[in-house]
C-alpha cells in the first residue's frame, strides 16, 4: 500500500496524459470530419455555382442567336426599302420631264 501511495503523483501524471491524449485524439477526428464536411460543401457550392454559369452561358448563346435573326430581318427589310425607294426615284425622274 505504501508503494502505491509512493506512486500516486505517477499514477496520476500517467492517467491525466493518457486522458490528454484520448482528448487530443477525439479533437483531431473531429477536426478531419470538419475538415471533410468543408470540402464537401465546397464541392457542392462550385458545382452548383458551374452549373449557374452553364445555363448563364446557354441563355446568352439563345438571346445571341435570336438577335442575330432579328438583325438580318431587319437588314434584308433595310434593302428591300433601300430598292423600293430607288426604283421609285427612277419611275419619278422618268415622269417628270
Not at 18 to 45: C, F, N, P, Q, T
Not at 70 to 95: C, F, H, P, T, Y
Request: charged share 25%.
Amino acid at each position: 500500500m505504501q508503494v502505491i501511495i509512493n506512486q500516486l503523483p505517477l499514477i496520476i501524471t500517467i492517467l491525466t496524459a493518457l486522458a490528454g491524449l484520448i482528448g487530443w485524439g477525439i479533437g483531431r477526428v473531429r477536426r478531419s470530419y470538419g475538415l471533410e464536411r468543408d470540402i464537401g460543401h465546397l464541392k457542392r457550392d462550385y458545382k452548383a455555382l458551374s452549373d449557374s454559369c452553364n445555363q448563364l452561358f446557354i441563355e446568352l448563346e439563345r438571346r445571341l442567336d435570336q438577335a442575330e435573326k432579328d438583325l438580318a430581318i431587319l437588314k434584308a427589310v433595310n434593302q428591300a426599302l433601300i430598292a423600293q425607294g430607288s426604283r421609285s426615284e427612277a419611275n419619278q425622274s422618268i415622269r417628270e420631264p
